[in-house]
């Protein structure tokens, strides 16, 4: 049984950072691609940041140089500089066919696992 909880979300002034981290199980982790996406009421999820098994990476144009993936014994998204704009619910996502992920893309189509979410609201 494949399991993602996230957590870390929060209130926060823009420019402040959060820390959203994602805890996976139930899957080979280290051959998965995994990626954080958000949803604001009223828009269409959307991916934010991605990183295959391999550790490359790739990042939506509204993120670029203030949020950052990253992976150990679980997801994290490290969140500076954050924006009003950036207020949403953060969801991590993973996808597991049973084979090494070695290209991942900010599609939420290609994510067969979601977990809950992690709201995170960002005042000016």
């Known amino acids: 049984q494949v399991q993602l909880v996230e957590s870390g979300g929060g209130s926060v002034q823009a420019g402040g950072s959060l820390r959203l981290s994602c805890a996976a199980s139930?899957?080979?982790?280290?051959?998965?691609?995994m990626g954080w996406f958000r949803q604001a009421p009223g828009n269409e999820r959307e991916g934010v940041a991605v990183?295959?098994?391999?550790g490359g990476t790739r990042y939506a144009d509204a993120v670029k140089g203030r949020f950052t993936i990253s992976k150990d014994n679980a997801l994290y998204l490290q969140m500076n500089s954050l924006k009003p704009e950036d207020t949403a619910m953060y969801y991590c996502?993973?996808?597991?066919?049973?084979?090494?992920?070695?290209?991942?893309?900010?599609?939420?189509?290609?994510?067969?696992?979601w977990g809950q979410g992690t709201q995170v609201t960002v005042s000016s």
């Open positions: 996502a993973a996808v597991w066919l049973g084979v090494r992920c070695h290209v991942a893309t900010l599609h939420t189509s290609q994510y067969n696992y």
């Open positions: 139930g899957y080979t982790y280290n051959s998965a691609c």
């Open positions: 990183i295959d098994s391999d």
